[in-house]
């Protein structure tokens, strides 16, 4: 009886699943890896088709480069260094870190390079008087929009690089003052003498 009940109830498991049917759960890492390849694919465009309005704005709004508010705020000569220079000075500073293997030092580069930058867009963006970005308004709107949108990008970028580098700050100074002690607790102190065996003593 138990043998026949046991295989009753055993056999009633699979008989209960194919009756569902197939599993819900089943297809979902496929919709999640394909939710992922579309976000990515839509993200990638994105960035192309900015790059490629970037470029063109600075090649046709090249006259801005002489024009009247130049000299107090040039914001074509901040967007050709930020899009073109920067990433060829990006580039060099690679091949030269993986060649000449300087390590750290040249890896810095990039992010003091950011941090100039980033420091010289405020102050174009700051000290830009009225008259000048009504001109750039309204002869050079693209190019006024597309500066505003770097220098953002800058301040947002430098912001989560200072988060980052007090993160790790913090979180090398904890590791450190937890396994500090630990090191030496079992290290026996030098100034202390050397205490002799104890033996048991007989009567």
Not at 36 to 42: I, R
Not at 74 to 86: H, K, P, Q, Y
Not at 148 to 154: D, G, H, N, R, S
Request: charged residues 10%.
């Amino acid at each position: 009886m138990q043998g026949g009940f046991g295989a009753q109830f055993g056999g009633a498991q699979p008989g209960a699943s194919e009756g569902d049917g197939q599993n819900p759960l089943q297809g979902m890492p496929a919709g999640a890896v394909a939710l992922a390849v579309c976000c990515v694919c839509v993200l990638g465009s994105l960035v192309l088709a900015f790059v490629v309005w970037s470029v063109f704005t600075i090649a046709v709004s090249s006259a801005a480069y002489t024009a009247v508010c130049a000299a107090d705020s040039n914001i074509w000569v901040f967007c050709m260094l930020f899009l073109i220079i920067m990433p060829l000075v990006g580039c060099l500073v690679g091949i030269v870190t993986q060649l000449a293997n300087l390590g750290v030092v040249m890896r810095v580069v990039p992010s003091v390079m950011n941090f100039i930058i980033a420091v010289w867009g405020i102050l174009l963006w700051v000290n830009m008087t009225k008259e000048c970005e009504h001109y750039y308004t309204r002869e050079y709107p693209s190019l006024l929009l597309l500066f505003k949108i770097l220098v953002v990008f800058l301040i947002c970028t430098f912001v989560v690089l200072v988060c980052a580098l007090c993160i790790a700050t913090t979180t090398l100074a904890a590791a450190f003052t937890q396994s500090g002690p630990e090191r030496y607790e079992n290290i026996p102190d030098a100034n202390e003498p050397n205490k002799p065996a104890e033996t048991e003593e007989y009567v």
